[in-house]
């Protein structure tokens, strides 16, 4: 459905992402680690169409931003705008003539209130709202459940795995495992902008194992605690 | 604190050459401007004391904004943190001061004197204060965020457009109406997040007539009101009132294509230099709009198509 090819990007002499080959099927969740300046916001700006790149995207969507709902890992609001009227901006930005937030507040958010008096998990669940009332058919969540409380994560979750059931492509990344793990059909690993290894469901227990050791090594010796 | 004051002249300078301009020039201009301003207003009304005094007190407030009141806290010392807040509302008031001074309002000066040292004492804590309604909740959004931060100006307007109508002055009606114009055109010099313009699923074509549908209907819910009602105080005026509210919505329409043919950054030399030929000789505005207009699409083409 999504053919990504190629897809290099570079900042003046910093090569960001490196030739990088990404297919994106209807009704399946795929999950980006990586690590820290890894690529992957780049790489969603690119998927997007915020960013220039070099490569090529293909889709059966024409044209696929107007399809795309895309979550920023620090979303951006405007200051003295409220909850409500930030909804109502997302949806005439897609031409939709809903005002009935309040029936869909499932965050129970105050929507009255500027949304620069919400902590960072509201305003990061405001943000998804919005992104989830332009009925979307690509979901491109940069860090979904950074910032959000237990109970919300957990709500995040459930409409992941409720969006594929509604047989549309997400995408997310993560730097919680077992969220991932519960909600992806695949994980690419990018590191220094390629992607290394690409896993399947039935070996996310390998990789999580693999990334573990990869992690810690023998860091925490080095610091000597006593 | 002095390497907090040289940060500060380094991000001013770095605001002004992203206008495009070098930042003495920048500040020449700027100064330019403060003078011609203050000239035109004390030449035009009568009241142009309190408004002066007006303008010097929203000025410093700008200063006390609680985003920067909390840094400040957080970086300074409770002494250095209150000498920094007087010695930059100080440095604000300068000019304010030293022109009442020149037109021997020595009483007005004293006042934003005062002003500038007792507002360095108050924190106002902005982002938790009531929501004001608005009448452009359904349009988001450029008059939504305008109209809150400029409501004081708008009430300001409002007060001169009284006095203008209570003392048979009607140039400082005009002088109101005009507030409420360029209040309402300067809601779009300042240019969004790209993913704000990126998040509409229409053409540029379509996007920029949205905007300029959106803009229109704001300029003219605020402006209209003010001219029906000086045009009633003052009826052998009304042709020069709707053609001076007519050149202001020339003048918006081509601020909003100034604004994405500059797009991501901000309004730069080129434009500003367009737009105030415009103000000396307005039928250029004819020229000029579908100029910006043809530089915003091809800006606007890599996000939107």
């Not at chain 2, 010099?189 to 549908?213: G, T």
């Not at chain 2, 730069?268 to 030929?277: D, E, S, T, W, Y």
């Not at chain 2, 000396?280 to 996000?303: A, D, E, G, M, T």
Request: glycine share 8%; proline share 3%; charged share 20%.
């Amino acid at each position: 459905m999504i053919k990504a090819e190629n897809i290099s990007k570079s900042y003046g002499s910093k090569s960001v992402l490196n030739n990088l080959n990404l297919r994106l099927e209807r009704g399946k969740v795929y999950g980006i680690v990586g690590e820290n300046g890894a690529g992957k916001t780049t790489l969603f700006k690119c998927l997007a169409g915020l960013e220039s790149f070099d490569g090529e995207i293909q889709s059966e969507l024409q044209p696929l931003k107007n399809y795309l709902g895309l979550l920023p890992t620090n979303p951006i609001f405007m200051s003295k705008i409220t909850g409500w009227e930030y909804l109502k901006l997302l949806s005439v930005s897609r031409n939709i003539k809903e005002e009935q937030f309040e029936e869909k507040n499932i965050f129970e958010l105050d929507l009255n209130q500027f949304v620069e008096t919400y902590s960072t998990g509201m305003k990061k669940k405001l943000a998804l709202l919005g992104v989830l009332l332009q009925n979307n058919e690509v979901f491109v969540l940069d860090e979904p459940f950074n910032g959000v409380d237990i109970h919300s994560n957990i709500i995040i979750a459930e409409i992941i795995l409720k969006l594929k059931s509604l047989n549309k492509v997400v995408i997310i990344s993560s730097h919680i495992f077992s969220i991932l793990s519960e909600t992806c059909d695949e994980i690419h690993v990018l590191e220094n902008g390629t992607f290394t290894e690409q896993v399947g469901k039935k070996d996310f227990h390998l990789l999580d194992e693999k990334m573990r050791k990869f992690a810690v090594g023998n860091r925490i010796e080095k610091l000597n605690l006593r | 604190m002095e390497y907090y004051f040289k940060l500060q002249i380094k991000r001013i300078e770095r605001m002004i050459s992203g206008f495009g301009i070098h930042p003495w020039l920048g500040c020449f201009l700027l100064f330019l401007a403060f003078i011609g301003g203050s000239v035109a207003l004390f030449s035009s009304t009568a009241y142009a004391n309190w408004i002066f005094l007006g303008v010097a007190i929203l000025t410093i407030l700008k200063l006390g904004s609680s985003q920067r009141v909390e840094l400040l806290k957080i970086l300074f010392q409770r002494g250095d943190f209150y000498k920094i807040r007087r010695i930059e509302n100080s440095i604000i008031s300068i000019p304010f001061i030293g022109f009442l001074l020149i037109q021997n309002s020595y009483e007005y000066a004293a006042g934003v004197a005062v002003s500038a040292l007792l507002l360095a004492t108050i924190n106002f804590n902005q982002s938790v204060g009531f929501v004001i309604p608005t009448p452009f909740k359904r349009m988001p959004f450029e008059f939504v965020v305008g109209f809150r931060k400029a409501i004081l100006l708008f009430l300001i307007a409002g007060f001169l457009l009284f006095k203008g109508i209570e003392y048979a002055n009607f140039n400082l009606g005009l002088f109101a109406v005009g507030i409420m114009a360029l209040v309402s055109i300067s809601f779009y010099f300042k240019p969004e997040d790209a993913f704000f313009v990126w998040v509409y699923s229409s053409n540029s074509k379509v996007f920029l007539r949205k905007k300029v549908i959106i803009g229109l209907i704001g300029y003219l819910t605020l402006t209209v009101p003010f001219m029906v009602v000086l045009g009633s105080f003052f009826p052998s005026e009304l042709v020069f009132i709707i053609g001076l509210g007519l050149i202001g919505l020339l003048f918006l329409i081509a601020v909003i294509y100034a604004k994405y043919s500059a797009f991501p950054k901000e309004i730069n030399l080129p434009q500003v230099i367009f737009l105030g030929v415009c103000v000396w000789f307005p039928p250029l505005l004819f020229i000029v709009i579908p100029y910006f207009y043809i530089q915003s699409r091809k800006k606007l083409k890599f996000l939107l198509g």
